[in-house]
């Protein structure tokens, strides 16, 4: 059973819009819930991540939405530019554990100049 | 060298072949994780390392044998895989009680023919 459910697979996105990818979890005791990034050749790095004590979370053109009585949260990139094609994860872990996290199956954004 | 290292970058082995893959991680952190990285799949935890004490096996069949000799360096020993084990090998560190999140290396592209 997949506990993190990650979507879209796949993203094409122009220059300057809006890139939003969705997460939803089914376990309430996650709480920590981290972005990774993946570019090709590259391991994932962590892009950023939220507590489910607050909705809303920005850095940069990055900004993670969460909404914890619908169990999911989302990731929103402002104004992509073509360097942001990557692949994006979410991911979550439960109780203080940092050392295990659930992964979503990633979606592989590419923004078109 | 910083940050997680992983050798090789790629490898090609045989069903009847036995290789070794490394990661040596330069952050003094404390614990250590193999993840198999399956395309269009999630993230997969395969082995958990704190401080060179394996934690965690998940449920990984037997022809993968971690070893962790110290804090900063981890292997996986590999023997009579199945094609199917051919994916992206990826080692990644994180200091207990410290910054949250995985420093991931770059992983080793495998592939078993």
């Given amino acids: ?113 | 060298e910083t940050g997680v290292t992983q050798t090789p970058r790629h490898l090609v082995m045989g069903m009847t072949n036995k290789k070794s893959l490394k990661c040596e991680q330069h952050l003094g952190h404390n614990a250590m994780y193999w993840y198999k990285q399956s395309a269009k799949k999630p993230l997969e935890l395969m082995f958990v390392y704190n401080f060179k004490e394996q934690t965690e096996n998940n449920s990984v069949p037997s022809r993968f044998s971690p070893e962790c000799p110290n804090s900063s360096h981890l292997f996986l020993h590999l023997h009579t895989l199945q094609p199917e084990d051919s994916a992206l090998y990826l080692c990644a560190s994180s200091q207990e009680g410290g910054v949250i999140g995985y420093t991931f290396g770059s992983g080793t592209r495998l592939t078993v023919v």
């Fill in chain 1, 1 to 113: 059973q997949q506990q993190v459910k990650q979507s879209p697979q796949s993203l094409i996105v122009q220059k300057g819009g809006i890139s939003i990818i969705n997460c939803a979890y089914e376990n309430t005791a996650f709480d920590y819930f981290p972005w990774y990034q993946q570019f090709p050749g590259k391991g994932p790095a962590l892009l950023i991540a939220i507590r489910p004590d607050v909705s809303e979370k920005k850095e940069g053109r990055f900004t993670i939405s969460f909404n914890k009585s619908a169990k999911q949260f989302s990731l929103h990139i402002m104004d992509s530019q073509p360097g942001d094609s990557a692949t994006y994860f979410c991911a979550a872990s439960k109780g203080g554990n940092f050392n295990k996290f659930y992964f979503g199956s990633g979606t592989k954004l590419n923004v078109k100049p």
